[in-house]
């Protein structure tokens, strides 16, 4: 959801860091300026350590992390230690790789992101402290606890999705179009499920229950074009206008720093790459208010991750709006019965500008907190988005997309489970706004 940042508060430090970067395979003596230096802990993420302090300034905790990570750059062969270049990029040192040469994101030149690529570009290694714990600690594909490449036994089932996204604009077309192919439309890794097929690891992260089933909907029909991406100031969610002049989303999208609200950029209805729809500013927010960013046990308390947003005009009347239900009891035994399909759209991470979506995808539990189970294929940047229903065929918001959640039956060898909060959660709050009938 969130961009990567990087700051360095002091001058002097700086210049020490790109002094290091010049030379990466010479371990420079370092400063214990961070608040967390000296207390046994190796904080800085460039050795493997917590990632709590900026490079250089945990040295004293790092002394044995340095050293072994600079046998490790040693034994690189020459031919590809001089491949690998240096740490002069903005995004060195952040345990992803990002040197595209090497199988990295592209987010660096060639050459300047040598200490995040080292394993990569030896074939991967398990180097890192995490390794063989049964679980992949990999950025992008596993935790992110290791820097890329140095879990390698744990990571074997999912590596061929390193780095991998389907944010060309033609992907989900059944083609392949990335380079090398006849076509060569679509840049290198950005058309993954149409090249390397649809099938899922289940240890995946983003596992869409061992299939991918998503396309790219038709953002100048409804309901789909009622959908659109919420920009904030620190990131991005996905919200569905429910009424002239509302939009609903999730709760931890308007979570911002220190307990306040996030700032809101824009609501891009039926956004798709640059063009929209239609755009409007939000002017008010309504959170449920017992909303934790906590999960609770499954049908513990995990409905109150909703949120409305007043629009700054009727976007709604414009383009049209999809009306919020909520379950009556035929409902809910169509649900026990493994009967009630629904779709949902929103704003993957990994299709970037434009918008995914899975149709005739399954409720699998409604609980009795306002939150549910579901088999739509959905991940980061989907949050917020709405799972919905054909009704006397009319499509109406049953729920919002919430949050990864602890594998549940009939899928426990999935890695998680997606859970939504339905409209049972904020009905009332759907009345007072006067979104529901």
């Known amino acids: 959801m969130f961009m990567k940042t990087f700051r360095i508060s002091r001058f002097p430090l700086i210049l020490t860091a790109l002094l290091l970067a010049a030379v990466p395979g010479a371990v420079l003596a370092q400063a214990n300026t961070c608040r967390w230096a000296n207390d046994n802990e190796c904080d800085e993420s460039r050795f493997g350590g917590t990632g709590a302090c900026e490079s250089g300034t945990d040295a004293n905790d790092c002394r044995a992390e340095a050293a072994s990570w600079q046998r490790l750059m040693d034994a690189v062969p020459a031919e590809i230690r001089a491949q690998l270049g240096n740490d002069t990029c903005r995004w060195a040192n952040d345990r992803e790789c990002d040197d595209i040469r090497f199988g990295g994101t592209g987010a660096c030149e060639n050459g300047t992101d040598a200490s995040d690529c080292r394993a990569l570009a030896i074939g991967s290694d398990d180097s890192c402290r995490w390794a063989n714990d049964g679980e992949c600690d990999d950025p992008g594909i596993g935790t992110g606890a290791c820097i890329s490449g140095t879990d390698r036994t744990d990571c074997a089932p999912v590596a061929m999705m390193r780095n991998r996204s389907n944010n060309c604009e033609t992907s989900f077309n059944g083609i392949c179009e990335e380079p090398g192919s006849a076509r060569a439309t679509c840049r ?23 299939h991918d089933d998503r396309v790219h909907p038709d953002v100048t029909q409804m309901p789909w074009r009622a959908v659109g991406l919420l920009t904030l100031e620190d990131g991005s969610c996905t919200a569905t206008l429910i009424a002239p002049r509302l939009i609903a989303t999730a709760a931890h999208c308007m979570q911002g720093e220190n307990g306040q609200l996030a700032k809101v950029i824009s609501f891009r209805a039926g956004a798709y790459g640059d063009t929209e729809q239609g755009m409007a500013h939000v002017v008010s927010t309504v959170v449920a208010p017992d ?9 513990g308390g995990n409905g109150d991750d909703w949120a409305i947003l007043t629009l700054d005009r009727d976007l709604g009347d414009e383009i049209g709006y999809v009306r919020p239900y909520v379950f009556n009891k035929d409902d809910l035994t169509e649900i026990r019965n493994g009967t009630y399909l629904v779709s949902q759209m929103g704003y993957s991470w990994d299709t970037g500008r434009f918008p995914s979506g899975h149709m005739d995808c399954q409720i699998l539990t409604a609980y009795r907190d306002g939150s549910m189970i579901h088999t739509c294929d959905t991940t980061q940047g989907d949050s917020g988005s709405p799972i919905m229903h054909l ?13 990864f959640f602890d594998a549940q039956p009939p899928f426990p060898q999935m890695s998680s489970s997606h859970l939504a909060v339905d409209t049972r959660a904020f009905a009332e709050a759907l009345r007072r706004a006067g979104a529901l009938d």
């Open 188 to 210: 290198a890794f950005t058309d993954t499920a149409d090249c390397i097929g649809r099938d899922r690891p289940v240890v995946m992260r983003d596992h869409y229950f061992g």
């Open 291 to 299: 909303y934790s960013p906590q999960s609770a046990a499954p049908n």
């Open 391 to 403: 009704r006397d065929g009319e499509w109406r918001l049953v729920a919002v997309d919430s949050q």
